[in-house]
């Protein structure tokens, strides 16, 4: 029970680590302005008596954006960084940078309301009860967001760890039934493959393409080539290792096209083991 709940929290912590891609950041910013239009036709705080439907959407539309520009930045840095990831001191430093940050997030909403109504001077509310009504939309949020980051990969950690326990066997020439794009080069081709989001960088001696597809399908295809998963988002071509360079702790592959590949503290006894760093 004891190494489930490591491998539960492993799991989730490798999936914090990933960045989101363009599209999450595209996704999030149409949300965060759906948000601020909801909000606009609420009123809340009553912002519902302000004059002008219009004005009071593109007020909470630029507010929510804004406090997207303002919280995401730290929370994905954290979440790069796996800076005490879980547990109660991460939450209590999650709502420490939240407290913080809202203190310029009411300085800048304030300041705005006053740009879009000036008549409000004498009626908006004190500067404690404007910072207190941004908490309670602020800190929420962000939980919300950081939950939402820290479990949308999760599933794709997970299959990392059945992908390195090991690919199931292919008979003869049987091609495994997955689902790639039909621009998938051929495996023997491959020097590399990165994970990107729902995408999968394939280098090659002439350069690198992006295609479609699920990265342990994209190891299940290159079962049949002599390689190694050598991070959670990188797979590596033996023919392709040209030599290595760092530490332990800091280590890259050099491929023979001259990429750099970093490897996970996790695959170094198994590279070694491998033979991969008999040589510097």
């Given amino acids: 029970m004891h190494q489930a709940a490591?491998?539960?929290?492993?799991?989730?912590?490798?999936?914090?680590?990933?960045?989101?891609?363009?599209?999450?950041?595209?996704?999030?910013?149409?949300?965060?302005?759906?948000?601020?239009?909801?909000?606009?036709?609420?009123?809340?705080?009553?912002?519902?008596?302000?004059?002008?439907?219009?004005?009071?959407?593109?007020?909470?539309?630029?507010?929510?954006?804004?406090?997207?520009?303002l919280y995401a930045g730290p929370v994905l840095l954290m979440r790069r960084l796996g800076v005490a990831w879980h547990g109660p001191k991460f939450w209590v430093g999650v709502t420490g940078l939240v407290m913080v940050l809202s203190l310029l997030q009411t300085l800048i909403t304030r300041d705005l309301a006053l740009s879009v109504w000036p008549d409000l001077?004498?009626?908006?509310?004190?500067?404690?009860?404007?910072?207190?009504?941004?908490l309670l939309i602020a800190w929420p949020s962000v939980v919300l967001v950081t939950l939402a980051l820290r479990y949308r990969n999760r599933p794709a950690a997970i299959a990392e760890e059945t992908v390195g326990q090991g690919l199931p066997?292919?008979?003869?020439?049987?091609?495994?039934?997955?689902?790639?794009?039909?621009?998938?080069?051929?495996?023997?081709?491959?020097?590399a493959l990165q994970m990107e989001d729902h995408y999968i960088r394939c280098h090659q001696r002439e350069g690198s393409r992006l295609v479609h597809g699920v990265f342990r399908e994209a190891l299940l295809r290159q079962s049949g080539c002599a390689g190694l998963q050598v991070h959670r988002s990188w797979w590596v071509a033996r023919k392709a290792v040209a030599g290595w360079e760092g530490t332990p702790r800091a280590l890259r592959l050099i491929l023979i096209n001259g990429d750099r590949v970093p490897v996970s503290r996790a695959h170094v006894a198994k590279l070694r083991e491998a033979g991969w760093l008999d040589t510097p």
């Fill in 121 to 134: 001077t004498s009626r908006l509310p004190g500067w404690g009860q404007w910072y207190g009504q941004v």
């Fill in 6 to 69: 490591q491998n539960e929290t492993a799991h989730s912590q490798e999936a914090f680590r990933r960045w989101p891609g363009r599209g999450f950041v595209l996704r999030s910013a149409l949300i965060v302005v759906a948000v601020g239009i909801f909000l606009g036709l609420l009123g809340p705080y009553g912002s519902y008596l302000n004059p002008g439907l219009v004005a009071r959407i593109l007020y909470w539309s630029c507010c929510a954006l804004i406090g997207l520009g």
């Fill in 169 to 191: 066997a292919l008979v003869g020439n049987e091609t495994p039934p997955i689902r790639l794009a039909d621009d998938y080069p051929r495996p023997e081709t491959i020097f």
